[in-house]
């Protein structure tokens, strides 16, 4: 009888533990953002300089848990010649997967049409938090979506191997 009870107890416990996880990992540390008031950008051929697209209809999250979990989706008028002849390209980007319940963020459709070429991608902003680059893909009819993705820096100083001297420096942690 003892067992039972014990086992039934380790078995809610489990049941508890879990559930709390997901919450944690799927809903606790994510909140709505409103949309840039300087609005999304771009940044320009040949440069470091941005500019601001038009926009409508923009909805976003993130997390101050981690810098990659910005998620955000909108559109714009822009056509993709327009963006191809005066913004800067991002090659092999891949958008990262949104909670389920963030419905305009479908990362895996994203991914087929960046695959088709009926959508490309565009760097919004580099370093944006150490490491990590702001990501824009727009598709063919205007619908655009961003993310944030680890860049070269982000990924060597994640994994431990030297970072080196194109990074920049590495944030220090506050001292009291």
């Given at each position: 009888m003892m067992g039972k009870i014990l086992g039934s107890v380790i078995l809610?416990?489990?049941?508890?533990?879990?559930?709390?996880?997901?919450?944690?990992?799927v809903y606790a540390f994510y909140e709505e953002v409103d949309a840039p008031a300087e609005g999304v950008s771009l940044i320009m051929l040949g440069g470091a300089?941005?500019?601001?697209i038009p926009m409508d209809g923009f909805q976003a999250i993130d997390a101050d848990s981690s810098p990659i979990r910005y998620r955000a989706c909108f559109t714009t008028p822009y056509s993709l010649a327009l963006l191809t002849e005066t913004f800067q390209m991002v090659e092999d980007a891949t958008p990262r997967n949104a909670p389920n319940w963030f419905d305009c963020f479908d990362a895996a459709a994203l991914g087929a049409e960046l695959e088709a070429g009926t959508a490309l991608t565009f760097?919004?902003?580099k370093n944006i938090h150490f490491g990590v680059d702001r990501i824009v893909a727009i598709t063919d009819d205007g619908r655009g979506y961003v993310w944030h993705e680890l860049n070269d820096c982000g990924e060597k100083a994640y994994d431990g191997t030297i970072v080196g001297e194109e990074c920049p420096p590495l944030p220090t942690a506050p001292t009291e």
């Amino acid at each position: 009888m003892m067992g039972k009870i014990l086992g039934s107890v380790i078995l809610a416990f489990a049941l508890f533990a879990g559930a709390a996880l997901y919450y944690l990992q799927v809903y606790a540390f994510y909140e709505e953002v409103d949309a840039p008031a300087e609005g999304v950008s771009l940044i320009m051929l040949g440069g470091a300089e941005s500019e601001v697209i038009p926009m409508d209809g923009f909805q976003a999250i993130d997390a101050d848990s981690s810098p990659i979990r910005y998620r955000a989706c909108f559109t714009t008028p822009y056509s993709l010649a327009l963006l191809t002849e005066t913004f800067q390209m991002v090659e092999d980007a891949t958008p990262r997967n949104a909670p389920n319940w963030f419905d305009c963020f479908d990362a895996a459709a994203l991914g087929a049409e960046l695959e088709a070429g009926t959508a490309l991608t565009f760097m919004s902003q580099k370093n944006i938090h150490f490491g990590v680059d702001r990501i824009v893909a727009i598709t063919d009819d205007g619908r655009g979506y961003v993310w944030h993705e680890l860049n070269d820096c982000g990924e060597k100083a994640y994994d431990g191997t030297i970072v080196g001297e194109e990074c920049p420096p590495l944030p220090t942690a506050p001292t009291e």
